[in-house]
């Protein structure tokens, strides 16, 4: 039972457009949604996180918007550059699962120069 | 001030061996985590360790699989007799404290099971 889906398994963009990921969950109780960016051979590296309180939360290009209501969250890049190419992962918690990260299955970013 | 490391990167199994895989955490991390990534797939959660209490194991498939961390630092994850279907990467991430902190993922051990 996926909890956190990312329905769209890869993105292509124009370098100086805007990427935008996509990320839908199912469990309410979820509180904190992350954004990973992994490059092959690497562990993922955090990127940028929001807490439930807060609809958007921005750092630098990168802005995630979080919509409760349609459990929904997005990451903008913006001006995307090719650098960023990369899988990108959404991940959430929720105080009554632990301290685990349920993750979705990525986006696979590629920006065109 | 070195982030997660793993080791090994890289291991090839024949079925049924025993392997063990290494984890050291960013020094001074209380909270250690492993994930096992199929191909293609997300992480997905295996174990939990708050210093060398693990306090959570309910994502580890099977009774083959085995973590500890005695001394609250390296963690190992064992995978006895191990079968085709282990074959993914094993991640290891630490956070600073428990809760919602930010985990800081190592590279990965490919685990490859012939």
């Known amino acids: 039972d996926q909890q956190v889906k990312q329905n769209s398994p890869s993105l292509s963009v124009q370098e100086g457009r805007i990427s935008i990921l996509n990320c839908d969950y199912t469990n309410s109780m979820f509180d904190y949604f992350l954004w990973y960016k992994k490059y092959p051979a690497e562990g993922p590296t955090f990127l940028i996180s929001i807490s439930s309180i807060k609809d958007k939360n921005e750092d630098g290009r990168f802005t995630v918007f979080l919509n409760k209501s349609a459990k929904h969250l997005s990451l903008h890049i913006v001006p995307s550059q090719p650098g960023d190419s990369a899988v990108y992962f959404c991940a959430a918690s929720a105080p009554n699962t632990g301290n685990q990260f349920y993750f979705g299955t990525g986006t696979s970013l590629t920006v065109i120069p | 001030g070195a982030g997660v490391s793993q080791s090994p990167r890289y291991k090839v199994a024949k079925r049924g061996q025993d392997v063990a895989l290494r984890c050291d955490p960013i020094?001074?991390?209380?909270?250690l985590f492993w994930y096992q990534q199929a191909l293609g797939q997300g992480p997905e959660f295996l174990t939990y360790f708050q210093n060398e209490a693990q306090l959570d194991k309910s994502g580890l498939p099977s009774d083959r699989f085995f973590a500890e961390r005695p001394e609250g630092s390296v963690s190992t994850l064992k995978i006895q007799r191990t079968q085709q279907e282990d074959s993914a990467v094993y991640l290891c991430?630490?956070?600073?404290?428990?809760?919602?902190?930010?985990?800081?993922f190592g590279p990965g051990t490919r685990l490859l099971v012939l």
């Open positions: 991430a630490s956070s600073l404290d428990r809760g919602t902190e930010t985990q800081y």
């Open positions: 020094s001074g991390h209380v909270s």
